[in-house]
């Protein structure tokens, strides 16, 4: 087998992708994630957003103007178990440099997370959301596409707020795969599942919206241009919060500044 050779834009490419997966210092979350929780918690369709501290997810929270800089959909146990023991992957995500890759829920331990649930999702087309990205697995991020990573190297863009979203498609022509919430969306798209609201204006009814809004949502009809927080925002989906869903009872809390009652 012949072996296609190694490219200066190859090796540009894996060099720029490596510098923006590098790590900010000082990052802790606010309420880690624990696996098993959020394994009992999940179910297979539902979207796990994650705040990053990546040097290209500080890019993404700017442009998108949300805390979520990444978002990965559960599978449950769709894959299969590895030959050596290891954690099975749950989660499917498309990765900078990567692709399209599983990955197991422990890899977001030390990350702030958000689970997002699609309402009255049937089982059948759960399976159907599960099944686009089962069957995207292995697919490649061209790492030619420099222009597609070059942006995220300046964290605050000076450009108007009207174009940031825009900053998210530009570069090769092809929707980026930067960030894995295209895939979702369009894995969404194929059931007919809603995301953003359609904007509608109902005669002698004022609308709520103010025109940039309308803009905005008009425009990400196509799912390149979906980011992680428009799952957050989005009126069809759910907040799923692992804490309240196992019986959370705020008088149980112990707090720093209580004294112990003396028997």
């Not at 509608?200 to 949502?217: L, V």
């Not at 196992?246 to 008088?251: C, E, K, L, P, V």
Request: hydrophobic share 35%.
């Amino acid at each position: 087998m012949t072996q296609t050779a190694d490219t200066l834009l190859d090796r540009l490419g894996r060099w720029l992708a490596s510098r923006l997966q590098v790590e900010s210092s000082g990052y802790e979350p606010y309420t880690p994630s624990d696996p098993e929780t959020l394994r009992r918690t999940l179910e297979p369709g539902d979207i796990l957003l994650v705040e990053g501290n990546q040097h290209i997810s500080a890019a993404i929270k700017y442009l998108t103007q949300s805390t979520w800089s990444h978002s990965a959909l559960y599978v449950g146990d769709a894959l299969p178990q590895p030959a050596d023991g290891s954690e099975r992957p749950r989660l499917i995500e498309v990765n900078l440099g990567e692709g399209c890759v599983a990955k197991p829920l422990s890899k977001y331990r030390t990350y702030n997370t958000r689970i997002c649930r699609a309402n009255g999702l049937s089982p059948e087309d759960r399976q159907r959301v599960v099944r686009f990205m089962v069957d995207r697995l292995g697919l490649k991020y061209d790492l030619k596409n420099i222009f597609d990573m070059l942006r995220y190297f300046l964290p605050t863009p000076p450009v108007p707020v009207r174009w940031r979203r825009r900053m998210i498609a530009f570069g090769s022509g092809d929707p980026t795969r930067a960030i894995c919430s295209s895939l979702i969306a369009e894995a969404y798209g194929q059931i007919r599942y809603p995301i953003l609201p359609e904007i509608t204006r109902a005669p002698g009814r004022a609308s709520a919206q103010s025109k940039y809004m309308r803009r905005e949502i008009m425009h990400i009809r196509h799912h390149s241009l979906y980011t992680p927080r428009d799952f957050d925002l989005s009126p069809y989906f759910r907040i799923v919060k692992p804490t309240l869903e196992y019986g959370f009872d705020y008088r149980q809390v112990s707090w720093g500044d209580q004294k112990e009652v003396e028997v």
